[in-house]
């Protein structure tokens, strides 16, 4: 997951840990981009009873929206979300981000995901970061809720709803992930069934796109998350 703090800053969250650069006056630490990971049952009780409380701590001022669901090379749709929070609420060094992420299917229980990662020294800035995160889903429609919480219990939440289906000769396709299920982002997709018929010649094409907004080219991690998306 990364957090872009602007056109010439950039921070990235990963396992726990987030590197960061400031112009060309710091060492660049890249690390591949990482994705949400399922709570296992023994976690559960716990990640229901964040958004449960979650209205009685203190806010923390940050914007969460989507990234709306496409279908990637895997035949998974990916999914996630976005979040932009401003960089003067931390001061000093250890401050850590926990965001939990709660996929409801219609009609079903819902799945937990979760990303848990700690933020360097910042410093005195009046800039956003963006944090990234994803998952995939298959067809069907589901409600997702997203919680931030920080070191100091301050909580930001948002909710949204999505639909996936798949449409014209998408329809041919056998996906690699059943309807209503919710999955971890992972660099190698499930194959499909053995039935799958045999292609004889596939050409791919792909218009990219960087994965902030504010940037014009494509980064390193860029390309990883394209290349993984298209690993099956």
Sequence with gaps: ????????????????????????????????????????????????????????????????????????????FQTGYKIDIPLNQFRGTGHKLNVLVRVTPDGREPAYLSNIGTLPDVPVTKV??????????????????????????????????????LSGNERELISTIQPANVEEFSAVARRAPKTSPKIGRLTIMIDAAPLAPSRSALQPDDIGASSAAGSV
């Design 128 to 165: 956003d970061g963006e944090i990234f995160g994803r998952f995939v889903v298959g067809e069907g429609t589901f409600g997702v809720e997203a919680l931030v919480e920080d070191d100091l219990q301050r909580i930001c939440r948002g909710k949204w709803r999505i639909e996936t289906k």
């Design 1 to 76: 997951m990364w957090i872009n703090i602007g056109p010439r800053c950039r921070m990235a969250l990963t396992g726990g840990v987030i590197a960061f650069r400031l112009s060309v006056l710091v060492l660049v630490v890249w690390v591949p981009a990482t994705a949400q990971a399922l709570i296992e049952p023994g976690g559960l009780a716990a990640a229901r009873s964040a958004f449960e409380q979650a209205p009685a701590h203190t806010p923390m001022r940050c914007s969460i929206g989507p990234v709306h669901p496409a279908l990637n090379f895997g035949l998974r």
